[in-house]
Nanobody
Framework: QVQLVESGGGSVQAGGSLRLSCVAS????????MGWYRQAPGKQRELVAVITNGDSTNYADSVKGRFTISRDNAKNTVSLQMNSLKPEDTAVYYC????????????????WGQGTQVTVSS
């Protein structure tokens, strides 16, 4: 079972930057598409960025040009660089496999982490 631990969140002013990290307990090479998700209270979980083993990336329209996703399979990590942050980015951020490929519960061999809180003030 792959355990995921997110870190790097915090409180920043609008226009600021944060870098989030996701460390897996074992190899993520077998997961072709890894992504970052976010969920604000009372709202649906949103996929904000995805990256494949071939370093192909995709972003939600709301974060394009501001966020950059990367992965390092040798270190079992996935990162999210967030620049020009807006109050609308406030949410708990999680990493996991691309749920579009596995369904809403994700792969049965991967466990959700507790996420990391990002708070952006105006």
């Amino acid at each position: 079972q792959v355990q995921l631990v997110e870190s790097g969140g915090g409180s920043v002013q609008a226009g600021g930057s944060l870098r989030l990290s996701c460390v897996a307990s074992e190899s993520i090479f077998s997961i072709n598409a890894m992504g970052w998700y976010r969920q604000a209270p009372g709202k649906q979980r949103e996929l904000v960025a995805v990256i494949t083993n071939g370093d192909s990336t995709n972003y939600a329209d709301s974060v394009k040009g501001r966020f950059t996703i990367s992965r390092d399979n040798a270190k079992n990590t996935v990162s999210l660089q967030m620049n020009s942050l807006k109050p609308e980015d406030t949410a708990v951020y999680y990493c996991n496999a691309d749920l579009n490929l596995y369904g809403p519960l994700g792969p049965d061999f991967v466990s959700w982490g507790q996420g990391t809180q990002v708070t952006v003030s105006s």
